[in-house]
């Protein structure tokens, strides 16, 4: 009669295995926030982020939220995280989590402060207050989040107009703009510095039809000059130079042409 033969497992094969299950339990991760209140977690939150710790906030606020889930301050825990995440460079993330709170809570005191901080989220984004120091015109920027960003502010300022976050919308709104003009000209310029003087004229045109006064205007009037100069066109350039030296009497770009790469147009000292 067939017996199966029983194998016998050697020793250290045994050891190995136990060695291993046990390595493999000890890596398992220990929720240290198991058994805090919900006031301790927000508190250890303010703390990370407050050192810049944002990586380490985020997460304590992702708890907080569940743990504190229909109270004020899981709204408070969402609208820290964004901000969290904003600063850790995670800013679509950011982005999903305030529009997130939005919906949610439609009727939330905080919804200016939503609306505010989305609007910096893209501001920052595209624009970035300081980014002269790259020495980078900031309209040669993709204007996709200009554009959500002016539309946050907008619809602040129109919601909220007391809101103690207008007053800075309103200024950010401008200079959104400003650079959503600058952004058309940048194209024209772009055309004009190719020969392409029909295209540099309708893209100076469109700036000068979608936007008002705006420092961006006088380079485009500026454009519509050497391009119809070009194209031989003379009534039309001397139309245009008209209206030029009536809107800027002091313009320099008839004297000095085209501002050079060191010179952005948002500079005005």
Same mark, same amino acid.
């Given at each position: 009669m067939f017996r199966a033969k029983l194998s016998v497992v050697p020793a250290w094969m045994a050891l190995a295995a136990a060695a291993w299950l046990v390595a493999g339990?000890? +890596? +398992?991760? *220990? %929720?240290?926030?198991?058994?805090?209140?919900?006031?301790?977690?927000?508190s250890e939150a303010k703390d990370e982020a407050g050192s810049g710790a944002y990586d380490k906030a985020i997460p304590l606020?992702?708890?907080?939220?569940?743990?504190?889930?229909?109270?004020? $301050?899981?709204q408070q825990a969402q609208l820290e995280?964004?901000?969290?995440?904003?600063?850790?460079?995670?800013?679509?993330?950011?982005?999903? +989590?305030?529009?997130?709170?939005?919906? $949610?809570?439609?009727?939330?005191?905080?919804? @200016?402060?939503?609306?505010?901080?989305?609007?910096? *989220?893209?501001?920052?984004?595209? $624009?970035?207050?300081?980014?002269?120091?790259t020495r980078q015109?900031?309209?040669?920027? @993709?204007?996709?989040?200009?554009?959500?960003?002016?539309?946050?502010?907008?619809? $602040? *300022? +129109?919601?909220?107009? %007391?809101s103690r976050y207008t007053p800075d919308a309103r200024q950010r709104m401008n200079y959104v703009v400003n650079s959503l003009a600058q952004y058309e000209v940048h194209v024209a310029r772009y055309y004009y510095q190719r020969g392409a003087y029909l295209a540099a004229i309708n893209r100076a045109q469109l700036a000068l039809a979608d936007y008002r006064e705006v420092p961006a205007l006088e380079e485009a009037l500026y454009i519509m000059v050497q391009s119809y100069d070009k194209l031989g066109l003379n009534d039309l350039r001397d139309d245009a130079k008209r209206v030029l030296t009536t809107n800027y009497p002091q313009s320099e770009y008839l004297?000095?042409?085209?501002?050079?790469?060191?010179?952005?147009?948002?500079k005005v000292w």
């Open positions: 339990c000890s +890596t +398992t991760k *220990v %929720d240290e926030t198991a058994n805090w209140s919900p006031n301790k977690i927000y606020y992702e708890k907080l939220e569940g743990r504190a889930a229909g109270t004020p $301050l899981a995280k964004a901000y969290a995440q904003y600063k850790a460079g995670e800013k679509p993330a950011a982005i999903a +989590t305030i529009d997130r709170f939005m919906k $949610l809570h439609p009727a939330s005191p905080a919804l @200016d402060y939503a609306l505010y901080l989305k609007g910096i *989220v893209n501001f920052n984004d595209d $624009l970035g207050m300081f980014a002269f120091l015109d900031l309209s040669e920027r @993709d204007q996709k989040a200009a554009k959500e960003s002016f539309q946050a502010f907008k619809e $602040l *300022v +129109t919601r909220f107009p %007391d004297t000095r042409g085209f501002r050079g790469k060191d010179d952005p147009w948002w």
